[in-house]
């Protein structure tokens, strides 16, 4: 038996951070859609996909949620595996950071860095973006903040070892400009113009400040910096650096690294450098792909402005938000996301143009053959223009797939769809049945509309995981596990049986309402965790306050409230009256004689009648409360600062 020719493909392993949304799903579904169409071809497909759990954002994520770092990103990362099984996403790997084996390669190959000489210790002092775990240059900044998330930068300076990145400027340049490697073009001249050609500073590979990482193998003080570690999974999922490489000694070169715009340069600078240093040959392509946005805003995590694909999916199908994440971006660019824009699609090309197409169909050859229709009857010139589509479409979803131009494989696709509905109104088989003598070319209609159905599902099994097979099956086809018989006669005779709807209509106004309620419920669930995490103050902002130690000379519960205490303050020689809701926590008699903290500068509010002049801190968790106080005495009216 011959081998099959190989196809390795990557998805960018997702950060263990936070919940996925329909961005990162794009990415996930994209790729799916390629490794399935080249199984169909007859490839040998690896398709790698998983999570990124290592670095300082992960270790404060699960510090403030009172977790471990690994409880806290093996929850999340079983919420992603649910979402791809969701998704029908046939990943033949799904690797982790945290797996042993990867952190034992990563060691592996940081060692051999070390060893020839492309990784060194020295000092590091520069801008650095927390969220993004990167340190940049004055140059590289955008506005004084970080290039790829827009974030202010803080000076950081650190002892770290780094990685001779500049030693390979000239063969990255070459890479880049003398070959196919990143696509599409126009990342080309963003990473020569902004990166290459500013002057490639070494990188500074590895961290001191914070310990959830894999560990330098000779240095227990540092971590590996995150996207070392991150970009090595690639070759580590296939056991290079392991005990058993043949996977890797079979698949690798990855054939394609689909990844982000934004993380086009890790990519395509970044990692061909590690490789060269290592020796190991490079991935023949880097695929930067566009954003989905929000009305012309980046979706993220960390904006709020997130659409959840389990809700889409669930609602409406798998089909459904894999077919608009697939047709909807122009592969390369950047596409936008609507509620509307989704819901018509669905009407429009899965209901009106397959649905129906399949449905009509399949309901005539029954009323008109039974449901038995063969090649035989009687053909005419009017049919060409149909069976060219047919027999061309192969070669064009080829040619579009090997392009990774997923959304015109589509549109190819969607184009027989809407020239067999076209060809039904041409030839009218309603006519033509009334008529005993045009039976001949009624079922000569009838087959050439069933071979138009079965080539066009056939070929939308990559994409689709219900639609395709349901009308294959009322065919009476079975499911093809190759493209051999994507083409016009390579079925002679049918057996159609009734089937269900495929793609239900919607009533894209009610569904539109539903939808705002349900994006309005999400942010308003998601907003105590956004100004947690989100709302960053000045200086200026904290100074605006006015914090003293306060004296509390005399208290009593408030009559007509179960909640609130009217505390009588001395702050230096002012005499203040402040009410606080913490009855529940303290006595009056506790609270005579501390010393506490107030806001001395609210203006004052009227509670149950008493006018409070500030507030008192508390601390809070769990339902339990206590009130702030100096570590050691001090007098009343101290500021605080
Ligand atoms: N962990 C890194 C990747 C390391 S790969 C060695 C990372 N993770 S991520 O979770 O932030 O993003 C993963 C992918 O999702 C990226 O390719 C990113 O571009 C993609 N998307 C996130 N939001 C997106 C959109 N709104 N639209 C399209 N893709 C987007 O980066």
């Known amino acids: 038996m011959t081998e099959r020719p190989t196809f390795y493909i990557t998805t960018p392993i997702y950060y263990a951070s936070g919940n996925l949304h329909i961005g990162h799903t794009y990415s996930t579904v994209v790729c799916d859609a390629i490794a399935r169409y080249k199984r169909m071809q007859g490839y040998d497909v690896f398709y790698l996909t998983g999570t990124d759990e290592h670095g300082q954002k992960v270790e404060d994520k699960a510090k403030a949620e009172g977790k471990t770092p690994k409880q806290f990103v093996d929850e999340l990362v079983g919420g992603i595996k649910d979402l791809w099984k969701l998704m029908?996403?046939?990943?033949?790997?799904?690797?982790?950071?945290?797996?042993?084996?990867?952190?034992?390669?990563?060691?592996y190959i940081f060692n051999r860095l070390y060893e020839k000489g492309d990784i060194y210790k020295s000092k590091y002092s520069g801008k650095y973006c927390k969220a993004c775990e990167a340190f940049w240059t004055e140059?590289?900044?955008?506005?004084?903040?970080?290039?790829?998330?827009?974030?202010?930068?803080?000076?950081?300076?650190?002892?770290?070892?780094?990685?001779?990145?500049?030693?390979?400027?000239?063969?990255?340049?070459?890479?880049?400009?003398?070959?196919?490697?990143?696509?599409?073009?126009?990342?080309?001249?963003?990473?020569?113009?902004?990166?290459?050609?500013?002057?490639?500073?070494?990188?500074?590979?590895?961290?001191?400040?914070?310990?959830?990482?894999?560990?330098?193998?000779?240095?227990?003080?540092?971590?590996?910096?995150?996207?070392?570690?991150?970009?090595?999974?690639?070759?580590?999922?296939?056991?290079?650096?392991?005990?058993?490489?043949?996977?890797?000694?079979k698949y690798w070169p990855a054939d394609v690294h689909v990844v982000g715009k934004e993380i086009v340069r890790f990519h395509s600078i970044i990692w061909p450098a590690i490789l060269m240093a290592l020796d190991v040959p490079l991935p023949k392509k880097v695929f930067g792909h566009g954003w989905i946005k929000l009305g012309g805003q980046k979706m993220g995590k960390s904006t709020g402005n997130v659409v959840d694909p389990y809700i889409l999916a669930g609602r409406y199908g798998v089909d459904a938000l894999r077919y608009f994440l697939l047709s909807e971006m122009p592969f390369g660019a950047d596409g936008d996301y609507s509620n509307e824009l989704l819901l018509k699609k669905i009407n429009y090309d899965l209901v009106n143009d397959f649905g129906n197409l399949v449905k009509r169909t399949l309901a005539m050859s029954r009323q008109y053959f039974g449901g038995k229709v063969s090649a035989a009857g009687e053909g005419t010139d009017a049919d060409g223009e149909l069976i060219s589509m047919i027999n061309g479409l192969l070669a064009a979803t080829d040619a579009d797939m090997d392009g990774l131009t997923v959304n015109k494989a589509l549109d190819d696709i969607f184009a027989l769809v809407r020239r067999a509905n076209k060809y039904i109104d041409e030839n009218a088989p309603w006519t033509l049945a009334k008529d005993e003598s045009r039976k001949p070319r009624l079922m000569r209609v009838m087959y050439n509309l069933l071979e138009a159905i079965r080539v066009a599902s056939t070929l939308l099994l990559p994409f689709f995981n219900v639609g395709p097979k349901k009308a294959?099956?009322?065919?009476?086809?079975?499911?093809?596990?190759?493209?051999?018989?994507?083409?016009?006669?390579?079925?002679?005779?049918?057996?159609?049986?009734?089937?269900?709807?495929?793609?239900?209509?919607?009533?894209?106004?009610?569904?539109?309402?539903?939808?705002?309620?349900?994006?309005?419920?999400?942010?308003?669930?998601?907003?105590?965790a956004k100004e947690e995490t989100m709302q960053m103050i000045t200086i200026d902002d904290f100074c605006k306050l006015d914090l003293r130690v306060a004296?509390?000379?005399?208290?009593?519960?408030?009559e007509k409230s179960e909640k609130l205490l009217k505390e009588t303050l001395k702050v230096g020689e002012e005499i203040r009256t402040v009410c606080s809701g913490i009855a529940k926590y303290y006595t009056p008699e506790e609270m005579v004689g501390k010393k506490v903290v107030l806001v001395a500068n609210l203006p004052p509010r009227k509670?149950?009648?008493?006018?409070?002049?500030?507030?008192?801190?508390?601390?809070?968790?769990?339902?339990?409360?206590?009130?702030?106080?100096?570590?050691s005495d001090i007098d009343s009216g101290a500021v605080i600062g």
């Open 88 to 107: 029908d996403i046939s990943y033949t790997k799904f690797i982790r950071t945290t797996d042993y084996y990867h952190e034992k390669a990563v060691q």
């Open 139 to 249: 140059s590289q900044l955008v506005d004084g903040c970080c290039p790829d998330c827009g974030r202010p930068v803080e000076v950081a300076e650190e002892e770290s070892y780094f990685f001779r990145l500049s030693k390979y400027a000239p063969r990255l340049r070459k890479l880049l400009t003398e070959t196919d490697f990143l696509q599409p073009q126009s990342r080309v001249n963003e990473m020569v113009n902004n990166f290459i050609d500013k002057g490639l500073q070494d990188l500074a590979v590895s961290r001191s400040t914070f310990k959830w990482g894999v560990p330098v193998p000779f240095d227990d003080g540092h971590v590996i910096y995150v996207w070392i570690d991150a970009l090595s999974n690639y070759i580590t999922a296939l056991g290079y650096g392991g005990e058993d490489d043949a996977n890797f000694k």
């Open 551 to 558: 004296e509390v000379i005399a208290c009593e519960r408030v």
């Open 472 to 528: 294959l099956g009322a065919l009476g086809v079975g499911l093809p596990d190759s493209f051999d018989g994507a083409k016009y006669g390579a079925v002679s005779e049918y057996t159609t049986t009734e089937t269900e709807t495929i793609y239900p209509r919607l009533d894209i106004n009610k569904e539109l309402k539903e939808l705002e309620e349900i994006s309005r419920a999400a942010e308003a669930k998601a907003q105590p």
């Open 607 to 631: 509670m149950c009648g008493i006018e409070s002049q500030g507030m008192l801190l508390c601390a809070e968790k769990d339902g339990k409360v206590v009130l702030l106080s100096p570590e």
